[in-house]
């Protein structure tokens, strides 16, 4: 294996944050984020996950489509697509897996979102094996591994002296031009998984989609959006125009797209008051098909990385492996 | 599909309001004559095909699209003034400049309908999408069977496209029905709900087709009709509606089970829908 | 007698005698979590636990639970138990100050507590160290409840602990207080969890959400999440009782309790009036008693 | 010196009569005072307020009738409860106490309202712009792709 050491590692970083935007794993006042860093010294290194997924880098949760400009009938419209290339560090295998799974709906499924496919194309992912699988953690179960690096254009895993450094794409050795790498026998530690948690046949949701247990499950549920906003893969939005400042006396306003959640409330009312997933059961369990059945039909892939975010952020303990587990026990 | 650099699916191209019309309270006629290359875009859409109408500022919105490209390239919608940009669209003028995205969605298969009888229910506002339909039987009458038209509207007032009614009538081979929950003084046609009005005009399935758009309630029960009546799923068609917000399949929104009602519809058979209605009312 | 055990034959008893519909009390789900539970037979009421970790506020329930069917006949109003902690005990007599539901629809099963345990709910609770929130509270009998169960422990009363911690904030600077604030809302994501935690936030349609909401846009930015927090904030003045579970549920650990708290304070020294202690309305939504007309 | 904006919600049974009057009266008052005519000044919700602020305001100043003489009995009374509150709550979160102010003025004070609104001016003023709006994402010329005549001759 090539091997870097930590001091290495951490000047190559400082020099790539020189000229792209760094972002990783930060510790903002106690809340371990994906953050722009200025310099390695900020970097957290040792962690499960941080609490949102790297999605954000993509997909941010507040996005500007359009600037508007309108002056009586006359209106021009400016495209506002995003620029700057960014490299991303400490990113788990789960997180990319996720990454993956949005590229298969926002750029492998036409028409290709502009948007994001733009801030895909300039980004860089460095990847970091995790030497353990996390209390609620269950990738293994969903076709991921704490230290898959299939996804990631870099991937980094921790050793003696340092971290194990392997080249996944072209990309990848790209930015790894310049990073002096020591050749070292061995690999790089396994890590410890956890036990699997069942995953049920995609055939296995349809006949259950009338069961009592949704709305069982859901009659907890607060319809908050937690689980969908800390998934790597959840990308409702909505889309509306917000008023900007006047410009040279015209009105002003821009088209954005913001993050939205399929458990909220009001998600699919419609201006007419009419909704028909007015019921939490409804909403929760179109979650979950989403993630399992849904998804998987519309664009081919899953939609769940077995990151165990919601089940680590649900308050009422709504906890998508008993769904996993109830699935495969009741269609076995 | 964009005014800009053609390939983003977000971005809608500029229209001129041409045409606006009171067609009831609170429903206008919006005829919009596209700029920037948009009308190559929408040279040869079809009925049934959807498309989203910006009013800036307010945001977007989507709607059938209610006219047919034979018929010239005046884009048209009927709007009913429900929420934030339909309100706003309300207040615009002739003149004025809105955005149009699109054409979006699949299609009614004009083509396969070709030698049957057409059965065309349509229930409020929900009649706009089915007029490229009418249009299009119209345009071309000899393509067609018997076209059986029922139209349903809570009250005379807001029936739509009630200046076309004449024309409909006269076609060859084509019969209007017309029926209201609540009659006004001078209505003469029938008093009722529209299944109430089908289980009366009793249209034979035999080689028909039935194309049902109207509010989720009534869409569900003019199916439950239809079945009595002999149709098969295969032979029943809807034309649906959700909230959504790209029309390009990215936005989730508007999922019917794992079907995608801007990209696997607007227009669907009953066979691929049928069972999935419950969860649409 | 365990608290669990009485809780369960009380439920049992109140299940089998048609004198509720549903009790809704904790029990213990996957990974050893306490949660939220809604028991409806008597033969399930053994799933009812009571443990350091029941740190839900079930009263948030209650409004769902209650609400009529439609068609459903005024003479016969639901009816549900709810086991109750004594800060969760103050919520119900703000719900029934301001109308949602009448007193005799609600079996209060009202626990005489200990405190609850820092991180429970999730699984990371620390056997000894108290939430915030407990330390603060001298308030350990509900001060509403149908059937009590256990007996309060004695608890020094100490009416400053209950606002100490604003101290530091309000020796800040406004620029200082304005820093500090921003760097919270910064992290917000707009997920709402506080406020579908909170058994007081309960408009139909929450009125920083309305698609056509002139007072906050749908942004997730700095502007739009303050404006959230601190409209929330405003609309639970002298309605909040300190349950401090938008606090627990947020993701992204902002401390909007001191928002509450800082307004609990402003309306016990301008008002004289902690919120849930009676079930009287709150006097800034009300107008000035005596001197209207 | 910073002209600073301000932000009058104003009831229109008093103190809108009242700027009226002073202008009438050519009593001098500053031009900072954009004035917005309220039925009462119970209609100001804290909403309003921040709203205000979050659109670049950097003073706001809220006048209603006297206690007594609300034209609605006790629009006014609920002001008088509402506004300390807020207060509290915009300055625990940040903002100087002295950009938000509430006061009464009547339809014949004239006077009063010129001084009050000098007075708070002049309070605004002296500290300077406001930080409390938070800007959205800045507009960069260079995001624009590609800027199309697309605009409509009207």
């Given at each position: 294996?090539?091997?870097?050491?930590?001091?290495?590692?951490?000047?190559?970083?400082?020099?790539?944050?020189?000229?792209?935007?760094?972002?990783?794993?930060?510790?903002?006042?106690?809340?371990?984020?994906?953050?722009?860093?200025?310099?390695?010294?900020?970097?957290?290194?040792?962690?499960?996950?941080?609490?949102?997924?790297?999605?954000?880098?993509?997909?941010?949760?507040?996005?500007?489509?359009?600037?508007?400009?309108?002056?009586?009938?006359?209106?021009?419209?400016?495209?506002?697509?995003?620029?700057g290339?960014?490299?991303?560090?400490?990113?788990?295998?789960?997180?990319?897996?996720?990454?993956?799974?949005?590229?298969?709906?926002?750029?492998?499924?036409?028409?290709?979102?502009?948007?994001y496919?733009?801030?895909?194309?300039?980004?860089?992912?460095?990847?970091?094996?995790?030497?353990?699988?996390?209390?609620?953690?269950?990738?293994?179960?969903?076709?991921?591994?704490?230290?898959?690096?299939?996804?990631v254009?870099?991937?980094?895993?921790?050793?003696?002296?340092?971290?194990?450094?392997?080249?996944?794409?072209?990309?990848?050795?790209?930015?790894?031009?310049?990073?002096?790498?020591?050749?070292?026998?061995?690999?790089?530690?396994?890590?410890?998984?956890?036990?699997?948690?069942?995953?049920?046949?995609?055939?296995?949701?349809?006949?259950?989609?009338?069961?009592?247990?949704?709305?069982?499950?859901?009659?907890?549920?607060?319809?908050?959006?937690?689980?969908?906003?800390?998934?790597p893969?959840?990308?409702?939005?909505?889309?509306?125009?917000?008023?900007?400042?006047?410009?040279?006396?015209?009105?002003?306003?821009?088209r954005?797209?913001?993050w939205?959640?399929?458990?909220g409330?009001?998600?699919?009312?419609?201006?007419?008051?009419?909704?028909?997933?007015?019921?939490?059961?409804?909403?929760?369990?179109?979650?979950?098909?989403?993630?399992?059945?849904?998804?998987?039909?519309?664009?081919?892939?899953a939609?769940?990385?077995?990151?165990?975010?919601?089940?680590?952020?649900?308050?009422?303990?709504?906890?998508?492996t008993?769904?996993m587990?109830?699935?495969?026990?009741?269609?076995? | 599909?964009?005014?800009?650099?053609?390939s983003?699916?977000?971005?809608?191209?500029?229209?001129?309001?041409?045409?606006?019309?009171?067609?009831?309270?609170?429903?206008?006629?919006?005829?919009?004559?596209?700029?920037?290359?948009?009308?190559?875009?929408?040279?040869?859409?079809?009925?049934?095909?959807?498309?989203?109408?910006?009013?800036?500022?307010?945001?977007?919105?989507?709607?059938?699209?209610a006219?047919?490209?034979q018929?010239?390239?005046?884009?048209?919608?009927?709007?009913?003034?429900?929420?934030?940009?339909?309100?706003?669209?309300?207040?615009?003028?002739?003149?004025?400049?809105?955005?149009?995205?699109?054409?979006?969605?699949?299609?009614?298969?004009?083509?396969?309908?070709?030698?049957?009888?057409?059965?065309?229910?349509?229930?409020?506002?929900?009649?706009?999408?089915?007029?490229?339909?009418?249009?299009?039987?119209?345009?071309?009458?000899?393509?067609?069977?018997?076209?059986?038209?029922?139209?349903?509207?809570?009250?005379?007032?807001?029936?739509?496209?009630?200046?076309?009614?004449?024309?409909?009538?006269?076609?060859?081979?084509?019969?209007?029905?017309?029926?209201?929950?609540?009659?006004?003084?001078?209505?003469?046609?029938?008093?009722?709900?529209?299944?109430?009005?089908?289980?009366?005009?009793?249209?034979?399935?035999?080689?028909?087709?039935?194309?049902?758009?109207?509010p989720?309630?009534?869409?569900?029960?003019?199916?439950?009709?239809?079945?009595?009546?002999?149709?098969?799923?295969?032979?029943?068609?809807?034309?649906?509606?959700?909230?959504?917000?790209?029309?390009?399949?990215?936005?989730?929104?508007?999922?019917?089970g794992?079907?995608?009602?801007?990209?696997?519809?607007?227009?669907?058979?009953?066979?691929?829908?049928?069972?999935?209605?419950?969860?649409?009312? | 007698?365990?608290?669990?055990?009485?809780?369960?034959?009380?439920?049992?008893?109140?299940?089998?005698?048609?004198?509720?519909?549903?009790?809704?009390?904790?029990?213990?789900g996957?990974?050893?979590?306490?949660?939220?539970?809604?028991?409806?037979?008597?033969?399930?009421?053994?799933?009812?636990?009571?443990?350091?970790?029941?740190?839900?506020?079930?009263?948030?329930?209650?409004?769902?639970?209650?609400?009529?069917?439609?068609?459903?006949?005024?003479?016969?109003?639901?009816?549900?138990?709810?086991?109750?902690?004594?800060?969760?005990?103050?919520?119900?007599?703000?719900?029934?100050?301001e109308?949602?539901?009448?007193?005799?629809?609600?079996?209060?099963?009202?626990?005489?507590?200990?405190?609850?345990?820092?991180?429970?709910?999730?699984?990371?609770?620390?056997?000894g160290?108290?939430?915030?929130?407990?330390?603060?509270?001298?308030?350990?009998?509900?001060?509403?409840?149908?059937?009590?169960?256990?007996?309060?422990?004695?608890?020094?009363?100490?009416?400053?602990?209950?606002?100490?911690?604003?101290?530091?904030l309000?020796?800040?600077?406004?620029?200082?207080?304005?820093?500090?604030?921003?760097?919270?809302?910064?992290?917000?994501?707009?997920?709402?969890?506080?406020?579908?935690?909170?058994?007081?936030?309960?408009c139909?349609?929450?009125?920083?959400?309305?698609?056509?909401?002139?007072?906050v846009?749908?942004?997730?930015?700095?502007?739009?999440?303050?404006?959230?927090?601190?409209?929330?904030?405003?609309?639970?003045?002298?309605?909040?009782?300190?349950?401090?579970?938008?606090?627990?549920?947020?993701?992204?650990?902002?401390?909007?309790?001191?928002?509450?708290?800082?307004?609990?304070?402003?309306?016990?020294?301008?008002?004289?009036?902690?919120?849930?202690?009676?079930?009287?309305?709150?006097?800034?939504?009300?107008?000035?008693s005596?001197?209207?007309? | 010196?910073?002209?600073?904006?301000?932000?009058?919600?104003?009831?229109?049974?008093?103190?809108?009569?009242?700027?009226?009057?002073?202008?009438?009266?050519?009593?001098?008052?500053?031009?900072?005072?954009?004035?917005?005519?309220?039925?009462?000044?119970?209609?100001?919700?804290?909403?309003?307020?921040?709203?205000?602020?979050?659109?670049?305001?950097?003073?706001?100043?809220?006048?209603?009738?006297?206690?007594?003489?609300?034209?609605?009995?006790?629009?006014?009374?609920?002001?008088?409860?509402?506004?300390?509150?807020?207060?509290?709550?915009?300055?625990?979160?940040?903002?100087?106490?002295?950009?938000?102010?509430?006061?009464?003025?009547?339809?014949?004070?004239?006077?009063?309202?010129?001084?009050?609104?000098?007075?708070?001016?002049?309070?605004?003023?002296?500290?300077?712009?406001?930080?409390?709006?938070?800007?959205?994402?800045?507009?960069?010329?260079a995001?624009?792709?590609?800027?199309?005549?697309?605009?409509?001759?009207?």
């Amino acid at each position: 294996m090539k091997v870097v050491s930590r001091d290495g590692l951490a000047a190559w970083l400082d020099s790539l944050a020189q000229q792209k935007t760094l972002v990783a794993p930060r510790d903002v006042d106690g809340v371990l984020l994906y953050r722009p860093v200025a310099s390695s010294a900020e970097i957290v290194w040792d962690y499960t996950r941080p609490v949102l997924s790297i999605k954000e880098a993509f997909f941010p949760a507040t996005e500007r489509l359009l600037v508007i400009e309108k002056n009586q009938q006359r209106v021009e419209l400016q495209e506002t697509l995003p620029e700057g290339e960014q490299v991303i560090v400490g990113v788990r295998p789960c997180d990319a897996r996720g990454v993956k799974a949005l590229d298969t709906l926002f750029i492998e499924t036409e028409p290709v979102d502009t948007y994001y496919a733009r801030r895909r194309a300039n980004t860089t992912l460095v990847g970091l094996a995790c030497k353990e699988m996390g209390e609620t953690c269950f990738c293994t179960s969903v076709g991921g591994a704490p230290d898959d690096p299939r996804d990631v254009d870099v991937m980094l895993a921790e050793v003696e002296g340092g971290y194990a450094v392997q080249a996944v794409t072209e990309k990848g050795e790209a930015l790894l031009a310049g990073l002096a790498l020591q050749d070292v026998p061995g690999e790089p530690p396994k890590p410890v998984l956890n036990e699997p948690v069942p995953l049920p046949e995609t055939e296995a949701w349809p006949p259950h989609f009338d069961d009592q247990f949704w709305e069982d499950m859901a009659e907890r549920c607060l319809s908050c959006r937690i689980c969908a906003y800390v998934c790597p893969t959840c990308r409702c939005f909505d889309v509306r125009d917000e008023a900007l400042p006047a410009h040279n006396g015209h009105n002003r306003y821009e088209r954005i797209r913001c993050w939205d959640s399929c458990t909220g409330e009001v998600y699919r009312r419609i201006a007419g008051g009419h909704n028909p997933r007015a019921d939490k059961g409804q909403r929760l369990r179109n979650r979950f098909f989403c993630k399992f059945y849904y998804y998987p039909q519309q664009v081919g892939s899953a939609a769940c990385t077995g990151c165990g975010r919601c089940i680590d952020s649900c308050p009422v303990n709504i906890d998508i492996t008993e769904v996993m587990h109830h699935l495969a026990e009741v269609s076995r | 599909m964009t005014s800009l650099n053609g390939s983003n699916g977000m971005a809608p191209y500029l229209g001129k309001l041409v045409v606006v019309k009171d067609m009831a309270p609170e429903i206008k006629l919006f005829g919009v004559e596209l700029l920037n290359g948009g009308n190559a875009r929408f040279a040869d859409y079809k009925p049934g095909q959807f498309a989203f109408v910006s009013a800036f500022g307010a945001g977007e919105a989507p709607f059938g699209i209610a006219s047919s490209p034979q018929r010239g390239e005046v884009l048209e919608f009927a709007v009913q003034r429900l929420g934030s940009v339909t309100t706003e669209l309300h207040e615009m003028g002739e003149g004025d400049t809105v955005g149009v995205r699109g054409p979006l969605g699949n299609h009614f298969p004009m083509d396969a309908f070709k030698g049957k009888d057409l059965v065309v229910l349509g229930g409020g506002i929900g009649g706009a999408p089915l007029r490229p339909v009418l249009q299009t039987v119209l345009d071309n009458r000899a393509d067609y069977g018997h076209l059986t038209i029922l139209w349903a509207a809570r009250h005379p007032s807001l029936l739509i496209f009630r200046d076309e009614y004449e024309s409909w009538r006269s076609a060859p081979d084509t019969e209007l029905h017309l029926t209201v929950d609540e009659p006004d003084a001078g209505w003469e046609h029938d008093v009722g709900l529209s299944t109430t009005l089908l289980e009366k005009v009793a249209p034979s399935p035999k080689d028909a087709i039935a194309i049902t758009c109207g509010p989720p309630v009534m869409i569900y029960y003019a199916d439950k009709t239809f079945q009595a009546l002999g149709f098969t799923p295969e032979q029943s068609y809807v034309t649906l509606e959700a909230r959504m917000h790209c029309g390009i399949g990215k936005c989730g929104r508007c999922n019917l089970g794992d079907k995608l009602i801007c990209m696997d519809g607007p227009v669907f058979s009953m066979a691929e829908v049928g069972n999935l209605m419950e969860s649409f009312l | 007698m365990p608290y669990t055990t009485q809780i369960q034959d009380k439920a049992r008893e109140l299940l089998a005698g048609d004198q509720v519909s549903c009790v809704i009390g904790y029990e213990v789900g996957s990974r050893g979590r306490t949660r939220p539970a809604f028991i409806y037979d008597p033969d399930d009421v053994e799933r009812l636990v009571w443990n350091q970790n029941c740190t839900h506020n079930l009263t948030t329930y209650l409004q769902d639970k209650l609400r009529p069917d439609r068609g459903q006949s005024e003479e016969e109003p639901r009816r549900v138990a709810v086991v109750v902690k004594p800060c969760d005990s103050r919520a119900i007599n703000v719900m029934l100050a301001e109308n949602h539901f009448a007193r005799e629809q609600v079996h209060v099963i009202g626990v005489a507590c200990d405190g609850i345990l820092e991180g429970a709910g999730f699984g990371k609770a620390t056997e000894g160290v108290l939430q915030a929130r407990c330390e603060r509270c001298s308030e350990r009998t509900p001060v509403v409840y149908d059937t009590l169960i256990g007996e309060a422990p004695e608890v020094e009363t100490s009416d400053e602990a209950a606002f100490a911690d604003l101290a530091d904030l309000e020796a800040m600077t406004p620029s200082e207080r304005a820093e500090f604030w921003l760097s919270q809302f910064d992290r917000c994501i707009r997920c709402y969890a506080c406020r579908q935690v909170c058994p007081m936030c309960s408009c139909p349609t929450c009125l920083f959400e309305r698609d056509d909401s002139l007072w906050v846009g749908m942004r997730i930015e700095l502007n739009e999440k303050r404006t959230f927090h601190l409209g929330r904030a405003y609309h639970l003045a002298g309605r909040c009782v300190g349950c401090d579970e938008c606090e627990r549920v947020c993701p992204m650990d902002i401390p909007i309790s001191l928002l509450n708290r800082k307004l609990a304070k402003e309306i016990e020294v301008q008002f004289a009036y902690r919120a849930g202690e009676e079930p009287v309305p709150s006097p800034i939504i009300t107008i000035l008693s005596g001197e209207e007309g | 010196m910073y002209e600073p904006k301000i932000i009058g919600f104003l009831c229109r049974w008093c103190s809108y009569t009242g700027a009226d009057l002073a202008g009438t009266s050519r009593l001098k008052s500053p031009w900072n005072l954009r004035a917005v005519r309220v039925p009462c000044s119970g209609r100001v919700s804290p909403e309003l307020i921040m709203r205000a602020f979050d659109e670049g305001a950097d003073g706001v100043l809220v006048l209603g009738c006297h206690i007594g003489e609300c034209h609605y009995d006790n629009g006014n009374h609920r002001t008088a409860k509402r506004m300390p509150v807020l207060h509290a709550l915009m300055e625990f979160a940040g903002l100087e106490p002295e950009r938000l102010r509430l006061d009464w003025v009547s339809a014949s004070e004239g006077q009063r309202f010129a001084q009050i609104a000098t007075e708070f001016t002049e309070t605004v003023q002296a500290l300077g712009p406001c930080k409390w709006q938070q800007n959205g994402l800045p507009i960069h010329t260079a995001e624009v792709m590609e800027v199309p005549d697309a605009g409509v001759g009207g």
